[in-house]
């Protein structure tokens, strides 16, 4: 082999030797540069993270509707432990078993917790795949000092941060609750929480200090410390009084009328800010592990219905502000039953009026009458006024879990569909679109949209959260038309035996099939009732529901009660006088 042969070798040799070179460097480097310096900086470096605080909710008085509070983690070092596991878990048991209160007519059978619970922590302690277990979450100081007094060795405590519902299971589905996430992190679910999670978390803190090889701290070591900055606290537009009254109204009328599930909303219907939401059946979101996910969904902005006679105002009020019709127009179809295609639409009572007006159809809640409005405005200005309602897009409120059903689109709409509509069938809302939506006419015309939270306070200083003003949706000619008619509606329609005494209110009654399977179920309704008062400078605007009640399935006779019961009792709180 010639020199300039063996040359040219060897430099090929080189430069594979050094291209390899390149190649590993790059590979330490570059490729698992970061995870080698993790683990050089822990051979040296102690770190831990610093949990921020999560911001406290408040109701519009200043009053805590949900706090953080130290807690504890129980914890067992299993080859630690002296006693024998059956020892130590009817030692604990007492200490960490969960009594609840009794129910009414029910007893609890605490002999029988402890003994599940001592069962649940001998288990635990006799786990052979683990030196490390956790017995009992969310413990309270005063039951870890009682615990520590037991000196058991080899039982230790890890503070952590629990949530506390000032007022128990009212208003939670507004607030919703707090679990961990797939990463054990604390994280907010539906609700307050779930929603404004991010705001109320806050930013984690880390502390790094030097150590030694043996893992001891360098007394002067370097150091870095970054502190944690706690949630922001909310200051909701939430009125307590109200809240509480509504929760306690509902949960009696449930069980008077005999309904499976029950919504009210109160709203300031020139705000749009929630002043009380109460759903049943609902949870306790302290301990919410042990009730199923359904009950998790706030049926107030989640659930969808076919609002029936309720949603009347609206088309009407969508007929008033385009010009087709006026509160004296005549009615010349209302004497009979009427055929759409190869339907009849009839009367809730099988009544009919001749030469009925506008006010009359609204009055006698006319489902023909309103066939007949609805047929004057035509489907494509149906459709472009209820969408500017709200109906078909999310209200925009500050909860988690808000849902919204589709209306029909623009130009897909039969003969059937207009007439259907008009009287609130064949179309779905969420109790929030239809709170809305009445709010729209209370407010003069104008759309508002619905806000739970009012202010931010960080550090002692708080920022307004502005009302959100939408457009003008009807003028206040077509809303004041439309509210004169309201009133009559309340006191003279299918429930006036019940409407306070003395007070301007506008309301509507509604009661609705539900649908099952393809076909309406005949026995089952969804019975409401919507309204605002004082009729003329509106303070607070209602929205009530009860499902499938037994006892009637009128809302004249369930709904409505309720509605005006609750009323009365609130009208004092607003200021609201008789006339």
């Known amino acids: 082999m010639s020199i300039e042969t063996r040359t040219r070798v060897l430099g090929v040799l080189f430069l594979a030797f050094a291209l390899a070179l390149l190649a590993r460097l790059f590979y330490w480097q570059v490729r698992e540069g970061a995870a080698l310096a993790a683990e050089g900086s822990s051979q040296h470096l102690l770190g831990a993270q610093v949990s921020a605080p999560r911001g406290n909710i408040y109701a519009s008085d200043g009053s805590l509707l949900v706090a953080s509070i130290q807690s504890w983690t129980v914890y067992a070092a299993l080859p630690e432990l002296t006693l024998d596991p059956k020892s130590v878990a009817n030692t604990l048991a007492p200490y960490l078993v969960n009594i609840p209160e009794p129910k009414e007519d029910e007893e609890v059978d605490e002999q029988r917790l402890l003994l599940n619970e001592a069962n649940r922590l001998e288990a635990l302690l006799t786990r052979g795949d683990v030196v490390w277990v956790p017995l009992g979450r969310d413990v309270s100081t005063e039951t870890k000092e009682q615990i520590e007094n037991l000196e058991i060795e080899g039982v230790g405590f890890e503070a952590t941060e629990s949530r506390e519902y000032a007022e128990a299971s009212a208003a939670a589905h507004l607030l ?196 007949f409005v609805g047929a004057r405005l035509g489907a494509d200005r149906m459709y472009d006024y209820i969408t500017s309602f709200g109906f078909g897009k999310l209200t925009g ?132 009732f919507v309204g605002f008062a004082p009729a003329d400078d509106p303070k607070m605007v209602m929205l009530v529901t009860l499902r499938e009640p037994e006892s009637s399935p009128w809302a004249s006779e369930t709904a409505a009660p309720l509605w005006f019961s609750i009323a009365l009792d609130l009208f004092p709180h607003f200021g609201i006088r008789p006339e």
Not at 210 to 231: C, H, N, Q, R, Y
Not at 234 to 240: A, V
Not at 448 to 453: M, R, Y
């Open 176 to 371: 919703g609750f707090v679990g961990k996430n797939d990463n054990g992190a604390d994280t907010g679910y539906f609700g307050i929480e779930g929603f404004y999670d991010l705001t109320l978390s806050g930013k984690p803190g880390f502390i790094k200090r030097e150590k030694d090889a043996t893992g001891v701290p360098l007394l002067f070591g370097a150091e870095k410390d970054i502190s944690a900055f706690p949630g922001v606290d909310l200051i909701t537009n939430l009125d307590k009084t109200v809240q509480v009254k509504i929760e306690k109204a509902l949960g009696e009328a449930l069980e008077r009328y005999g309904a499976q599930a029950g919504t009210v909303i109160v709203m300031n219907p020139k705000t749009g800010g929630i002043l009380g939401m109460a759903s049943s059946p609902g949870y306790d979101p302290r301990e919410y592990y042990d009730y199923g996910d359904a009950l998790f969904r706030n049926p107030s902005i989640s659930d969808s219905f076919e609002p029936g006679s309720i949603f009347k105002p609206i088309v009407m009020a969508s007929a008033l502000d385009a010009g087709v019709v006026e509160p004296n127009t005549i009615c010349d179809s209302c004497h009979e039953p009427l055929k759409v295609d190869k339907y009849f639409i009839k009367t809730w009572n099988n009544e009919y009026t001749s030469d009925a007006t506008m006010v009359d159809v609204i009055k006698n809640s006319d489902n023909v009458g309103m066939a």
């Open 397 to 528: 409120i500050d909860l988690q879990g808000e849902a919204s059903p589709k209306v029909r689109e623009r130009g897909g709409w039969n003969v059937v569909d207009l007439a259907t509509t008009s009287f609130g069938q064949g179309i779905a809302a969420t109790p929030i679109q239809m709170v809305k939506a009445i709010a729209t006419i209370a407010n003069d015309g104008v759309s508002v949209a619905p806000q739970v939270v009012d202010k931010v306070a960080v550090g002692g200083v708080e920022d307004d959260i502005k009302p959100v003003l939408g457009d003008r949706v009807i003028s206040k000619v077509a809303a004041d038309q439309i509210t004169d008619m309201m009133v009559t509606a309340v006191k003279d329609g299918e429930a006036k035996w019940a409407v306070p005494k003395g007070f301007s209110i506008a309301g509507k009654t509604g009661t609705a099939q539900i649908p099952v399977e393809g076909h309406y179920d005949e026995d089952k309704t969804i019975a409401s």
